[in-house]
């Protein structure tokens, strides 16, 4: 029997026991890396040896939470000894002398390091080259594109990606599997943290992995409770001439009905975003660019990329770079358009996911506008797998709280996940 496809709660559990050892857990996992990861390209590096030689010497430690658990990071989070890319050839070749602190709690906690995965260029954008292991013809997405697919694949029970518009919760959606951004200071964000809307966050296949890596990643733990909540359902909260799958839109109706079956009561919001919101979250994007391009060799960089920073900084001279806007939303205005309510629930993406390739910002925008006002926000929001598109490609529905509210999204995602179990990994693995 292999260890691979099986979740961190139960690998943990077997290795914490004596059931398994660490070494044949990770040994499993490279296999299946090996077998699967050419169709899909989820790694920049896979870390063979170290992560052997660290399950050898993890040994028996029945005190350890994620004991033997593999786990890819993101190739934008640092790794000892591990040079850090972000996704560009302009990156610089020096190793990381240390673990990111996120990464560092992983592995006290017994985790293994089994690889790096790969992002978009900087972490922009949300079509990046990785392919969706339900539909290679298909991407990823991004800009934790690698970290989703490799969950998806089964070739890790657990990955680290981080979320500046969506990048978490995108890739979440599109691979079928469960992805968390915390709310602004829970986590140590990632080196670039986007004006404080970048954070890290678990990539899993079930609410309880979930539950259990961010109780190692924050080291306090997670309260899913939740009763009697007042829940909103927007199909399509954007401003008039977005359009959202009208499949997706169900998807959001039917786990709104869901959750008042369970005793909640849901509401429709019909309200629609801003249309500033809108213009002043693609400005912070472009903004973004920019600040991630100081300092490195332009002429490395994609043509997309250099005239999303070449915007980017005119954006910034004029001071129309969603700044001020971003302002206002986190300190007052996310809660007024939020209203009376505890938890929204809305489609994560608007479309299914394209071809993967180098995409032009519209169809970034199109496929994803959903997920960047909690980023601007900093409020937590997350993607669970909700139901099966005609296409065969998994929907997925997003669940959005005030700060702090880590505990109603993660309560009422397992209230769904009990009532409707989704396909854990990729029919074809």
Known sequence: MSWAGRTAVEIADAVRAGEATAEQVVADH????????????????????SALAEAKALGHRPDLPLAGVPVAIKDNVAVAGQTVTNGTRASSPDPSPADHPVVARLRAAGAIVLGQTNCTELCLYAIGDT???????????????????????????????????????????ACGIVALKPGHGLLEPPPHDWFAMAENGPMTTTVSDTILALTVMTGAPIQPEA????????????????????????????AGATLRE?????????????????????????????????????????????????????????????????????????????????????????????????????????????????????????????????????????????PDGEGLLLSLAGSLEQARPWARHAPIF
């Open 30 to 49: 490279l296999e299946a890396v090996a077998a699967r990861d050419g169709a899909i390209g989820a790694f920049r590096t896979v870390l063979a040896d």
């Open 131 to 173: 392919r969706n292991p339900w539909d290679p013809k298909r991407t990823a997405a991004g800009s934790s594109g690698g970290s989703a697919a490799a969950v998806a694949a089964g070739m890790v029970p657990l990955a680290l990606g981080n979320d500046g518009l969506g990048s978490l919760r995108i890739p979440g959606a």
């Open 227 to 254: 009763e009697d909540l007042r829940i909103a359902v927007a199909p399509n909260p954007l401003p008039p001439g977005f359009t959202v799958d009208p499949e997706f839109q169900e998807a959001a109706r039917a």
């Open 262 to 402: 369970a005793g909640h009561t849901v509401v429709d919001h019909g309200r629609r975003f801003p249309v500033s919101l809108g213009r002043s979250t693609i400005a912070a994007w472009y903004a973004c660019a920019a600040a991630d391009a100081h300092g490195l060799d332009e002429s490395r960089l994609e043509p997309r990329t250099r005239t999303m920073a070449r915007m980017g900084r005119l954006l910034q001279r004029t001071r129309r770079d969603g700044s001020r806007r971003r302002d206002d939303w986190r300190a007052y205005g996310a809660d007024q358009w939020f209203g009376d309510i505890d938890v929204l629930i809305t489609p994560t993406i608007s479309h299914l996911p394209p071809a993967p390739g180098g995409h032009g910002a519209y169809a970034d925008i199109r496929f994803a506008p959903l997920t960047g006002a909690w980023n601007m926000a900093g409020w937590p929001a997350m993607t669970i797998p909700f139901g099966k598109h005609s296409s065969g490609l998994p929907m997925a529905v997003q669940l959005i709280a005030p």
